[in-house]
Structures are given as C-alpha cells and as structure tokens.
C-alpha cells in the first residue's frame, strides 16, 4: 500500500498570504490528522477528520482550517499568514475501528513564511 | 488533560552501546503509547505501539519499549546501537475511543540521538 502522500513539500509565502496544503491518506484510511512541528513548540495536534467531519480540534487560531472530501482527502488552510507559522506541517492517517489507533504520518509540507 | 515527558533532550552514545531512552506519560485512563522516529526533513515512522497486554513490546529495527503502569513510562530501549540509528525520537500518548481527545496525539519534546563511531 502507498504511504501518506503531501503536497506540496516546501512551501514559501509571504505574511499576509494564505496557503492550502493537501493530504492523501493511506488506502482505505478514512481519518486524517494534522500537525503543526516548529522548534519552540514541538509537535502540536492542529484537528482531525473523520469522515468529512471535523471531529476535534487543537488549540489554533481560526485562521488554520481544514476539510475533508469524500475520498478521505484532506486540506488544511492558514489564512493571513504570520511568521510564526512558518513550520512542518504533518498529516497522519488512520484506520478506522477498535484497536486501530496507530496513526501513520506523511513525509511533511514545510512552509516558509517571510 | 494528557501529557508527555522525555526528560533527556540530547543523548549521545556510542555504536554498539546500549540505549534507552526516557518517557513519561499523565493520563487518565489506560493510555494508547507509541514512540515515532524522524530523520531529518522526514516525517515520522512508527517504531511501535502499546496498547494493551504484554507490557514488553518489540518494534522494528530491533527497539523495544516497556510499559509499567506503576512508574507511569514507556521507556524505549535497543541492546546495540547502529549509526544508521541517530535520529529524533519522539514518544506520544493517545486517548482511548470515546474520550474527547480521541484522534488527538500528544507528543513529548522529542529526544535527539546521536551516534559516535
């Protein structure tokens, strides 16, 4: 089975901007988590999808979004980019069911923002 | 609210030493445990899991990591170290199904190996 696919890889925008990011998950994997990784904070859990449903979410502001498709796709939206959010940017996938709450991660988006 | 801690930030050893490295968890209820690896501008690759059962878990190349409830850790161990080995490691903790939190990983700060010939 094919990995986590993201893309684009490396991303650089400018403040202001707004940028899109695109996960594809694992065949068959209908959850999809995001990830922001920056030196100062780590890894922070940004929100997960389920099913086209966004079933919880971490403590971002409203300028990070994100949505599902029906074919588990998902994108992730920061808006007015800011300086900070220059970051790794990780999708994860998952299978859905009991015991299956292994999560898979992609290669990663890194976004630059100048 | 869970949390996790790798103490050590940095440990370097030399190949064919022994390792392990430290996790420490807060959780409420029986945790999903896991420890990932990152290599440079790589995304992270599951070494292993703990969900329930046998407390000692093997992962790929040749790590294992032992679950004691009692000292709330999953400390990540290898007998042998390899060069090809010297990474970030991260340790994370995931909510059981039906918590509020489930979906979500929470990750301690990553513990950074390196390897000496």
């Known amino acids: 089975k094919a990995g986590v696919t993201q893309t684009p890889r490396y991303l650089i925008k400018t403040r202001g901007q707004q940028v899109t990011l695109s996960c594809s998950p694992i065949s068959g994997h209908r959850s999809v988590s995001w990830y922001q990784q920056t030196p100062g904070q780590g890894l922070q859990f940004l929100f997960e999808?389920?099913?086209?449903?966004?079933?919880n979410k971490g403590n971002f502001p409203g300028r990070f979004s994100g949505r599902q498709f029906s074919n588990s796709r998902s994108e992730m939206n920061v808006s007015t980019l800011e300086l900070g959010d220059s970051a790794l940017y990780l999708c994860?996938?998952?299978?859905?069911?009991?015991?299956?709450?292994?999560?898979?991660f992609g290669p990663g988006t890194r976004l630059l923002v100048l | 609210a869970q949390s996790v801690t790798q103490p050590d930030i940095h440990i370097t050893v030399s190949e064919g030493a022994s390792l392990e490295l430290r996790c420490n968890y807060s959780?409420?209820?029986?945790?999903?445990l896991f420890w990932y690896v990152q290599s440079p501008g790589q995304g992270l690759q599951l070494l292993l899991k703990?969900?329930?059962?046998?407390?000692l878990v093997q992962g790929i190349k040749g790590f294992e990591a032992e679950f004691k409830r009692s000292q709330s850790s999953f400390n990540l161990r290898k007998p042998s170290v390899h060069w090809s080995d010297a990474a970030e490691y991260f340790c994370a903790v995931g909510a059981e199904a039906g918590g509020t939190s489930y979906g979500k990983l929470t990750f301690g700060q990553g513990t950074i190996l390196t390897v000496h010939p």
């Open positions: 959780y409420g209820a029986t945790p999903y």
């Open positions: 999808y389920f099913s086209e449903t966004q079933r």
């Open positions: 703990y969900f329930s059962g046998d407390t």
């Open positions: 994860a996938s998952r299978a859905s069911g009991l015991g299956q709450e292994t999560q898979y």
